[in-house]
């Protein structure tokens, strides 16, 4: 099977069934999967030539808020990121395996994910985000988070950390390391998280499963 025909054909359990099933008895038991290293090397070399065709013209200042509440926030927040539309058969790629991932935990867990949407994100050295959750309990559909790493022999000393946070109290939180082909799925409302500065660009692919949050017969998020 060649390259563009790649995306659309392949079949759910070429993408390999046993990772979903880790991440759905993690969410079950904690509420969050940590996968060392265990996205599919298809999928990371689909990732790292989907990244490597991107000017740096068209990553952009990230910010904080969404439609009228979005605003830059550089004390906050200091990554810059570039959407993953599918416009190639790299991202397509990428897209399809998430959605093989959001049809299989909808099977499982009846969670009702509707879409899913997803950026590249790169810290410059110094760069950070402050913790945050990634929705609001009953003010976002977002329900949930999946980031995914791209960096080559990273070490701790590199700084560079995800600290995931069990809740709102947690002060402690669970270190993860933003290691090439490592990824973290966790429930979008309730875990706080944050990433610490790093001593070289640090490359992650985050994105976010909604639920439909449809009004008056309009589709949200739009398909």
């Known amino acids: 099977m060649n390259k563009e025909s790649l995306a659309s054909h392949l079949p759910l359990h070429v993408f390999d069934e046993a990772i979903f099933e880790n991440i759905v008895d993690d969410l079950v038991n904690k509420g969050y999967s940590i996968q060392l290293n265990n996205l599919?090397?298809?999928?990371?070399?689909?990732l790292l030539r989907c990244q490597a065709t991107i000017s740096e013209e068209e990553?952009?200042?990230?910010?904080?808020?969404?439609a009228d509440d979005f605003q830059h926030a550089t004390e906050v927040r200091g990554d810059e990121i570039c959407w993953i539309t599918g416009s190639t058969e790299e991202g397509k790629l990428w897209l399809s395996w998430c959605e093989a991932l959001q049809k299989y935990i909808n099977r499982t867990l009846f969670m009702g994910l509707?879409?899913?949407?997803?950026h590249f994100a790169c810290y410059e050295p110094g760069k950070f985000y402050k913790?945050?959750?990634d929705a609001f309990r009953g003010q976002s559909n977002r329900v949930?988070?999946?980031?995914?790493?791209l960096n080559n022999n990273?070490?701790?000393?590199e700084g560079g950390a995800?600290?995931?946070?069990?809740?709102?109290?947690?002060n402690e939180g669970v270190t993860v390391m933003p290691q090439m082909g490592t990824f973290v799925v966790f429930l979008s409302e309730q875990f706080p998280h944050e990433v610490l500065p790093s001593t070289?660009?640090?490359?992650?692919v985050a994105g976010w499963y909604r639920v439909n949050g449809s009004v008056n017969d309009q589709i949200d998020p739009p398909k």
């Not at 509707?114 to 997803?118: A, I, K, R, T």
């Not at 990273?154 to 000393?157: A, F, G, I, R, T």
């Open 40 to 46: 599919p090397a298809f999928i990371v070399d689909a």
């Open 154 to 157: 990273w070490s701790e000393k």
């Open 200 to 204: 070289r660009d640090r490359h992650s």
């Open 59 to 66: 990553y952009k200042t990230a910010g904080i808020g969404r």
């Open 162 to 170: 995800l600290k995931l946070y069990i809740d709102e109290n947690d």
């Open 144 to 149: 949930l988070s999946l980031v995914a790493y």
């Open 131 to 133: 913790r945050h959750v």
């Open 114 to 118: 509707f879409s899913f949407e997803s």
